[in-house]
T-cell receptor, first 113, second 114 residues
């Protein structure tokens, strides 16, 4: 498995501002992912964070709203830009390890006022 | 289309009782199957996974799951529930194409009565 940490663990932000969430893994991994979990909902994949190239976004998510960086094999950031109350969610990063298995970070709980 | 269904949104059981959480999937081939648990305020923790072979898989915390191809099901079971098992449980189907992409079910929230 992998040990994954996220910063911040939670935040309260004003609408119109941006927040950058960090994800750190204790070992080098090829696959990193960002998910959104809206209140009371399941997980929705935002994008795959690719090392050294642009992230691959899922339908309904765009780079301008959710820019992602992946400077190396142990670290990634997700920015939630120009936030609105609808962006209030838990944001989780995960990593793909052996045999198609994903391990998840503890999540970042975001409340937008 | 590929999908995962968890028919039960909420389940309540008494401590010490047995538990079964249902998961049905729709996928073109035999997928990779996973169960995760999310305790309040926490991320997702992997309970168990199935790729191939023995259709009854053992996981952590005393959980097991059985893959039934004929029923396209991967139900999670535990013989005796503890109060600490109260959480949200997610079933997920993983693509076998090397993309690591998952389809998650909507989750089942488990409440345990003392």
């Amino acid at each position: 498995s992998a040990v994954i940490s996220q910063k911040p663990s939670r935040d309260i932000c004003q609408r119109g501002t941006s927040l950058t969430i960090q994800c750190q893994v204790d070992s080098q991994v090829t696959m990193m992912f960002w998910y959104r979990q809206q209140p009371g909902q399941s997980l929705t994949l935002i994008a795959t964070a690719n090392q050294g190239s642009e992230a691959t976004y899922e339908s309904g998510f765009v780079i301008d709203k959710f820019p992602i960086s992946r400077p190396n094999l142990t670290f990634s950031t997700l920015t939630v830009s120009n936030m609105s109350p609808e962006d209030s969610s838990i944001y989780l990063c995960s990593v793909g390890v052996r045999q198609e298995t994903q391990y998840f970070g503890p999540g970042t709980r975001l409340l937008v006022l | 289309a590929q999908s995962v269904t968890q028919p039960d949104i909420h389940i309540t059981v008494s401590e010490g009782a047995s538990l079964e959480l249902r998961c049905n999937y729709s996928y073109g081939a035999t997928p990779y199957l996973f169960w995760y648990v999310q305790s309040p305020g926490q991320g997702l923790q992997l309970l168990l996974k199935y790729f191939s072979g023995d259709t009854l898989v053992q996981g952590i915390k005393g959980f097991e799951a059985e893959f039934k191809r004929s029923q396209s099901s991967f139900n999670l079971r535990k013989p005796s529930v503890h109060w600490s098992d109260a959480a949200e449980y997610f079933c997920a189907v993983g693509a076998t194409s090397g993309t690591y992409k998952y389809i998650f079910g909507t989750g089942t929230r488990l409440k345990v009565l003392a």
